[in-house]
């Protein structure tokens, strides 16, 4: 199972050779055309399903699917929440995902991703669950009394049994992330660590990868840098984790 997390900053229909390139099962794209507009400009590009949460008919939540995984719009979607898509995903593994573009206090609504999570509890205990997408968070910036702190995000996504693949595979501690995800305003002097793919605990007890683009070859295209997260579908559980 190959989870690739990409803000693609738009134009996504120019970037779909590279998409490719990293041949995932799961793409979740912030920043993403709806599917038939992607389409429409590069007939070429194929996939099993699609899901979209439009903020703008060119700039919204992609989610899309390759080989046999199917997508489901959970019927606990609540658009008061911006941007989270909730997705039950079917196939060789079956598994909830709640996919993200966090805007935190952006949101039209005022809602944070800690509201988010709490409201999508019960789909993301239900089964096992992956939460996943642009955090727009890091622990670099938390302050005391924050609301919107990168550090209460992580404990409640603890506390739902998920980490992220990305530390548990390098061991760096949130906020000492060697390999930024963003270049703020695409400077290199200002790389930031907050696109992130949380996973079940019991799937990081079986090998885990991950890659993170680097910035000579992705920043041309985005100044967010593709995070793609690597587990063994063999040996994964299907249902509700036991750890």
Not at 7 to 33: F, G, S
Not at 182 to 189: P, Q, Y
Request: charged share 20%; proline share 5%; aromatic share 12%.
């Amino acid at each position: 199972m190959r989870i690739l997390v990409w803000n693609i900053n738009m134009a996504a229909h120019k970037k779909i050779t590279l998409l490719r390139q990293l041949t995932p099962d799961i793409a979740i794209l912030p920043e993403c055309a709806a599917p038939d507009v992607i389409v429409s400009k590069c007939p070429g590009f194929t996939f099993t399903d699609a899901q979209w949460l439009e903020r703008s008919r060119h700039k919204g939540l992609g989610v899309f699917s390759f080989g046999d995984l199917r997508l489901t719009r959970s019927p606990s979607f609540d658009p008061r929440f911006a941007v989270f898509l909730p997705i039950e995903v079917a196939g060789r593994t079956r598994f909830n995902l709640l996919a993200v573009w966090a805007l935190n206090f952006r949101a039209e609504s005022g809602s944070t991703m800690l509201d988010a999570l709490r409201f999508y509890r019960r789909f993301l205990e239900s089964v096992d669950s992956v939460v996943a997408g642009d955090f727009n968070n890091s622990a670099f910036w938390d302050r005391p009394g924050k609301q919107t702190s990168f550090s209460g995000v992580a404990a409640v996504l603890s506390e739902l049994g998920l980490s992220s693949a990305y530390h548990a595979a390098t061991g760096e501690a949130f906020a000492q992330e060697r390999h930024p995800t963003l270049w703020f305003l695409k400077r290199l002097t200002q790389g930031y660590h907050i696109d992130y793919c949380f996973l079940p605990q019991s799937w990081l007890s079986h090998p885990v990868s991950v890659w993170v683009g680097q910035a000579g070859q992705w920043l041309a295209h985005s100044d967010h840098a593709p995070l793609v997260g690597s587990v063994s579908v063999s040996d994964l559980h299907c249902g509700r984790s036991t750890v």
